[in-house]
């Protein structure tokens, strides 16, 4: 059963506190999905009768500190924003041919950290959110009660 709980407080440098700790076994690492609570509801086109609902997932969130009854968590990118910043090595490679017009070969537009170096974990956001003066992706979103659910849980096998 996946570790669930809420958003507890927003704290700055895209950090949130969740009302789960090291005594409902969260660890650093563990990474969280954030929610709406009761999520949308989906009416069938059809015959204009509810579907149910389907959870719109607002932010992916890394455990970085744990306490006892409390846990503090990054603010990450979803898959689909990473795939849109994938694109600025493209704007990379257009500012360079760009400036080199204009300028001269000599001049090389520095990178973003983006897939220079494929043994790098760092992905470039922190350098790129200095540079534009904030987050990538306006993660405000996330509100204090949104609902937090662990992902990638890793169930014991039973031997079967």
């Known amino acids: 059963m996946p570790i669930q709980g809420k958003v507890a407080k927003i704290l700055q440098n895209s950090e ?21 609570e009761g999520g949308e509801e989906v009416w069938d086109p059809d015959t204009g009768e509810t579907l149910g609902t389907v959870e719109e997932i607002k932010a992916h969130a890394e455990v970085t500190e744990v306490k006892d009854r409390l846990a503090v968590a990054k603010l990450r990118m979803s898959q689909q924003d990473q795939l849109g910043a994938a694109g600025l090595g493209d704007m990379q490679a257009q500012m360079q041919r760009i400036f080199g017009q204009m300028f001269g070969d000599d001049v090389r537009v520095q990178g973003f950290g983006l897939g ?16 534009i003066g904030g987050p990538l992706k306006d993660l405000s979103q996330v509100q204090v009660g949104d609902v937090v659910r662990e992902v990638n849980v890793r169930r014991k096998s039973s031997g079967f």
């Open 116 to 131: 220079q170096n494929p043994n790098d974990d760092d992905d470039g956001d922190d350098e790129l959110e200095s540079m």
């Open 16 to 36: 949130i506190v969740i009302n789960r700790g090291r005594l409902d076994s969260v660890r650093p690492g563990m990474t969280f999905e954030v929610f709406s």
